[in-house]
Nanobody, 124 residues
Framework: QVQLVESGGGLVQTGGSLRLSCATSGRAFSIYATGWFRQAPGKEREFVAVTDWSGTFTYCVDAVKGRFTISRDHAKNTVYLQMNSLKPEDTAVYYC?????????????????WGQGTQVTVSS
């Protein structure tokens, strides 16, 4: 059974940093892209970042580019989202998800396994 478990969320002041972790298990082969999404209160879920299976290709949306970094540690079966210079508008529940294929994508339906989410709150 595939499982994704996020951790690392919390309360931080504007300008602070957090590192989210997504521990994955249950896949026989590590060929799948992994993404991060977030959902703020009253808003739709939005795509934040993605990395390919190797960790070589990474992409972040413009809203977080230059502040967030996605990375992968194969030895630990973990994908990270390093978040720096946090802003109040980054407040959301953050979810990691594993794609149905190796293709890196920002479209939610292309992902078939999701974590339970971790809350990130940035105070002004």
């Amino acid at each position: 059974q595939v499982q994704l478990v996020e951790s690392g969320g919390g309360l931080v002041q504007t300008g602070g940093s957090l590192r989210l972790s997504c521990a994955t298990s249950g896949r026989a082969f590590s060929i799948y892209a992994t993404g991060w999404f977030r959902q703020a209160p009253g808003k739709e879920r939005e795509f934040v970042a993605v990395t390919d299976w190797s960790g070589t290709f990474t992409y972040c949306v413009d809203a977080v580019k230059g502040r967030f970094t996605i990375s992968r540690d194969h030895a630990k079966n973990t994908v990270y989202l390093q978040m720096n210079s946090l802003k109040p508008e980054d407040t959301a529940v953050y979810y990691c998800a594993e794609a149905k294929s190796y293709k890196t994508t920002g479209w939610g339906p292309d992902y078939d396994y999701w974590g339970q989410g971790t809350q990130v709150t940035v105070s002004s």
